[in-house]
């Protein structure tokens, strides 16, 4: 198959008469229209089948089409949809189960739609509870943290629209591979987590910094052991409030169920979205309690929207997170995330346009480069094995020339293998290289 079918690409150009343009980098390339997923499989409306290592968008921990968050949504349905932010029996039972998959001191919890909603809603309490002329938010080079302005003026790089020279200040991410200092590890001594601790100490009007703690959309970068150790320790000696945004890495897609724990930052407000609900639009907002119940921070309404916490949104989180502890799937992500890791290795090896692999749990990230010497990044390479995958069945998710892996954590294990070993065909596709073994047949 080369590209979308015939009833996909009528679809397609009947839609593009009225649609907005501006759709990721990777539904313009893919140009796929998506009838059915099932568990990791993914139907288009040509009748083709896709395994789906994009898990939606980060979303599908369960996959697609979970029979008991689709029971649990469909019994929902059929009772009560909106009574704004109301009590409802499934609000309190929601809560006590937060309470079970959390760390203890995050006790405390406010429901939202979408991950910027929840970024914004976590900026929100920050200024609220800050000291007087603590009005600046640390974050990091590299971070993402939604569309909103709150959220777009914690970074400074443009996401696809002009970006906003904001209010934060700005420390160094731990991209090993492109060291903003030109270093190398280990004789760097974590270099970048000594400058970001610098600059928290030396600027007593940071009231918090807001992190991803594996960044996500810059292309997995995972932080070595020590970098947030330091730089948590730092924040806590001058009262700079941690915020976690695992909008992308909670609910246990990189092994624990909050990466930031297992990285050693004990964060006091953490935002989850797109893994705790299946795909439903839904969010939290958890903290401590001194945090989130200080008279500053909880003035009427202040948690309050249209959506925030509706009940369906509250039935697909609860059921999700149900079955992700009944069955133990944290475990499983890291079990599979091995094998996942053991693959990507070949592949690295065989392959010199894979500048890098690197990843945690089941979220990986493969940086394309022309050379690996100079290190320059190669987006045409990435969107050719992009859109090759996806022609032989498998989605990934491409930005720049970064390609993401992150399939279900309940993904068979042969299905894990097929969708490496199609990686592996698509890289030798674009490449022109031939496949191992491929000498001892001819
Ligand atoms: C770390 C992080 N924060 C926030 C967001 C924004 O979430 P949403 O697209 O639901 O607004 C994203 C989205 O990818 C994200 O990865």
Request: with cysteine; proline share 5%.
């Amino acid at each position: 198959m080369t590209g979308p079918g015939p009833l996909q690409r009528r679809h397609l150009e009947r839609e593009a008469r009225h649609l907005a343009p501006g759709a990721s980098e990777e539904s313009a390339l893919a140009r796929r229209v998506f009838t059915e997923g099932r568990g990791a499989v993914l139907t288009d409306l040509d009748g083709n089948q896709y395994l789906d290592f994009a898990a939606g968008t980060l979303t599908q921990s369960l996959g697609h089409g979970h029979p008991e968050v689709v029971a649990a949504l469909t019994e929902q349905a059929g009772r009560l949809w909106n009574v704004h932010d109301s009590a409802t029996p499934g609000r309190a039972e929601l809560c006590d189960l937060l309470a079970r998959l959390l760390p203890e001191r995050l006790d405390t919890y406010a429901f939202f739609s979408t991950g910027a909603e929840v970024v914004e809603a976590a900026l929100r309490v920050v200024q609220a509870v800050a000291p007087p002329g603590r009005n600046r938010i640390g974050a990091l080079r590299h971070g993402f943290h939604g569309k909103t302005l709150g959220a777009r003026m914690l970074v400074h790089w443009d996401i696809g629209n002009q970006s906003f020279a904001g209010n934060s200040v700005l420390g160094y991410s731990p991209y090993c591979y492109r060291c903003p200092l030109e270093l190398e590890r280990p004789s760097c001594g974590l270099r970048c987590a000594t400058l970001v601790r610098r600059h928290i100490a030396s600027k007593p009007n940071v009231s918090a910094l807001v992190f991803e703690p594996v960044l996500g959309a810059a292309g997995v970068i995972v932080p070595p052991p020590g970098y947030w150790e330091q730089i948590s320790e730092e924040c806590r000696n001058n009262g700079v409030l941690l915020v976690a945004d695992e909008v992308l890495t909670g609910g246990g897609r990189t092994g624990s169920f909050l990466a930031s724990e297992a990285l050693g930052a004990e964060a006091d407000l953490v935002a989850l979205a797109k893994g705790t609900a299946s795909g439903f639009p839904f969010a939290v907002l958890a903290g401590r309690s001194e945090v989130l119940r200080s008279p500053a921070a909880s003035a009427a309404g202040s948690t309050a929207s249209t959506y925030a916490g509706n009940p369906l949104g509250i039935a697909a989180a609860r059921a999700t997170l149900e079955v992700v502890a009944r069955d133990a799937l944290v475990d499983r992500v890291r079990t599979l995330g091995d094998l996942l890791t053991d693959r990507l290795a070949a592949l690295h090896a065989r392959f010199d346009v894979l500048g890098d692999v690197r990843g945690l749990g089941l979220l990986h990230g493969l940086e394309f480069v022309r050379d690996r010497r100079t290190r320059e990044p190669a987006p045409e390479i990435a969107r050719a094995v992009y859109t090759t995958a996806l022609d032989m069945g498998l989605r990934t998710s491409v930005g720049g020339h970064i390609i993401r892996l992150a399939p279900p954590f309940t993904i068979d294990v042969a299905l894990l293998e097929e969708g490496a070993a199609i990686l592996g065909r698509a890289l030798e596709r674009v490449t022109g290289q031939a496949g191992p073994g491929a000498g001892e047949a001819a």
